[in-house]
């Protein structure tokens, strides 16, 4: 009520400022019959100053009073019709003013406020964000949602179903097996069975305990966002935030972490992460055509109405197609960013190189998506370049050994 009542209050103002405007300019509007008034006027002084200076006669004097008289009373009656006039075209004008003023404000607000609402500040309205986030689907739900709008691989052969089987039996007797652990958690993703293969890597880093490394859990948030349609759940989060715990600079934690925020409606937080993460990513990390696709929306929904995107010119990767794609993305086809993300790591790991790091997650989410050949000769080239680097060699061996291929 009290912002209804505030709303007329301006709408009258403006209302009460703009007929003051009109009314004062019609006041100084001075017509052509008041102009002749006064200069007849005039000339009938004149007359009686020059009677008395003697300069003209009595009978010439009463010859132009007369004519003088007879104008200024015409004048008069003129002046009379306009003011009329104007005051009914004063009335009109200050109505129509008046109704402009009320039907604009009324339909301004129509178009693009919320008619209906109540009054809801900041703060409690932050606090519904916060608990519908709260509220928000989980991972399992989510999955089960989304289960039939997945693009489905090709049917596996029979024999490999019969070994997968196999495999499931074996690691339900060894829940420890860490070899165990990675094929089932790969084979499964990669026969559409995207909810197994969540739920083997999830028991994987469990069996790693402390010895699970970014890469790992990384690998679980990109099984968890496909499988879910690119919808970043509560426990998906979760891992998100883990990784940022002990690597604050991850960017691909960073852009799950700001994809997370907008679809929890704080568009503000997330435009805040994807703005920063644009400034401190390489041109070819392959989140970046994805946030540079959609940041101008979250910057929106922000209220930033002046962000300018980094400078491009070092993006010899990125076309328009890419940025236009990545804008256009439903729901359905986010399933598929996973892929395109790998694609450009893998090109960027080609031309520039990269941490160790960087080149176990390919290989690792290589394996999980089911390019087993791809992820063999990656991880044949990384150990080439990492000949000397002990530490390095060892997170290939463990991306290898995620991937479920031999040396």
């Given at each position: 009520m009290?912002?209804w009542i505030?709303s007329?209050?301006i709408?009258?103002?403006?209302?009460?400022?703009?007929?003051?405007?009109?009314?004062a300019?019609?006041?100084r509007?001075?017509?052509?019959?008041n102009?002749?008034?006064a200069?007849?006027k005039?000339?009938l002084?004149?007359v009686?100053?020059?009677?008395?200076?003697?300069?003209?006669t009595e009978?010439?004097?009463?010859?132009?009073r007369?004519e003088?008289?007879?104008?200024?009373?015409d004048a008069?009656?003129?002046?009379?019709?306009?003011?009329?006039?104007?005051?009914?075209q004063?009335g009109?004008?200050?109505t129509?003013v008046?109704?402009?003023?009320i039907?604009g404000g009324?339909?301004t607000?129509?178009w693009i406020?919320?008619?209906?609402?109540?009054?809801?500040?900041?703060?409690?309205?932050?606090?519904?964000?916060e608990?519908?986030?709260?509220?928000?689907?989980?991972?399992?739900?989510a999955?089960?949602?989304?289960?039939g709008?997945?693009p489905?691989p090709?049917?596996?052969?029979?024999q490999f179903?019969?070994?997968m089987?196999?495999?499931r039996?074996?690691?339900?007797?060894?829940?420890?097996?860490?070899?165990?652990?990675t094929?089932?958690?790969?084979?499964?993703?990669?026969?559409?069975?995207y909810?197994a293969?969540?739920?083997a890597?999830?028991?994987?880093?469990?069996?790693?305990g402390?010895?699970?490394t970014d890469?790992?859990k990384?690998?679980?948030?990109?099984?968890m966002?496909?499988?879910?349609a690119?919808?970043?759940?509560?426990e998906?989060e979760?891992?998100?935030?883990?990784?940022?715990?002990?690597?604050?600079?991850?960017?691909?934690?960073?852009?799950?972490?700001?994809l997370a925020?907008?679809?929890?409606?704080r568009?503000?937080r997330?435009?805040?992460?994807?703005?920063?993460?644009?400034?401190?990513?390489?041109?070819?990390?392959?989140w970046?055509p994805v946030?540079?696709g959609?940041?101008?929306d979250?910057?929106?929904?922000?209220?930033?109405?002046?962000?300018q995107l980094?400078?491009?010119?070092?993006l010899?990767?990125?076309?328009?197609?890419?940025i236009?794609?990545a804008?256009?993305?439903?729901?359905?086809e986010r399933a598929?960013m996973?892929?395109?993300?790998?694609?450009r790591?893998a090109?960027?790991?080609?031309?520039?190189g990269g941490?160790?790091?960087?080149w176990?997650r390919?290989?690792?989410?290589?394996?999980?998506?089911g390019?087993?050949?791809?992820a063999r000769?990656?991880a044949?080239?990384?150990e080439?370049?990492f000949?000397d680097?002990?530490?390095?060699l060892?997170?290939?061996?463990?991306?290898?050994?995620?991937?479920?291929?031999?040396?």
């Amino acid at each position: 009520m009290l912002f209804w009542i505030v709303s007329v209050a301006i709408t009258f103002a403006v209302a009460g400022l703009l007929i003051g405007a009109l009314r004062a300019a019609r006041l100084r509007d001075v017509t052509a019959a008041n102009s002749d008034i006064a200069v007849y006027k005039d000339q009938l002084a004149e007359v009686e100053r020059d009677l008395a200076r003697g300069i003209v006669t009595e009978s010439e004097a009463d010859a132009v009073r007369v004519e003088v008289s007879r104008r200024l009373l015409d004048a008069d009656t003129r002046d009379t019709g306009d003011k009329a006039e104007q005051k009914g075209q004063s009335g009109i004008g200050i109505t129509i003013v008046a109704l402009c003023v009320i039907a604009g404000g009324l339909g301004t607000y129509a178009w693009i406020g919320a008619p209906g609402y109540g009054d809801m500040p900041m703060k409690p309205r932050l606090a519904a964000l916060e608990k519908a986030r709260a509220d928000r689907p989980g991972q399992a739900a989510a999955e089960a949602e989304v289960a039939g709008d997945l693009p489905r691989p090709e049917a596996p052969d029979p024999q490999f179903l019969t070994l997968m089987d196999q495999l499931r039996a074996a690691v339900a007797e060894r829940p420890n097996d860490i070899q165990g652990l990675t094929f089932l958690a790969q084979y499964e993703a990669r026969i559409g069975n995207y909810s197994a293969s969540r739920a083997a890597q999830e028991q994987l880093i469990a069996a790693k305990g402390d010895e699970a490394t970014d890469t790992d859990k990384l690998t679980l948030v990109d099984i968890m966002v496909f499988a879910a349609a690119g919808y970043v759940s509560p426990e998906a989060e979760s891992v998100v935030r883990d990784v940022l715990m002990g690597s604050p600079e991850n960017g691909a934690a960073r852009y799950y972490l700001g994809l997370a925020e907008a679809q929890a409606g704080r568009a503000d937080r997330a435009f805040a992460i994807w703005a920063q993460l644009l400034e401190d990513s390489p041109p070819s990390a392959p989140w970046v055509p994805v946030v540079r696709g959609e940041i101008f929306d979250v910057a929106f929904a922000a209220g930033v109405t002046n962000y300018q995107l980094p400078p491009t010119s070092s993006l010899p990767a990125l076309s328009d197609d890419d940025i236009a794609a990545a804008n256009d993305m439903t729901a359905q086809e986010r399933a598929e960013m996973i892929q395109g993300m790998v694609g450009r790591l893998a090109d960027r790991l080609a031309i520039e190189g990269g941490p160790p790091e960087d080149w176990a997650r390919l290989i690792s989410t290589l394996g999980v998506l089911g390019d087993q050949n791809r992820a063999r000769a990656i991880a044949a080239e990384a150990e080439t370049v990492f000949a000397d680097n002990a530490n390095a060699l060892a997170l290939i061996a463990n991306a290898r050994a995620q991937a479920g291929i031999s040396q």
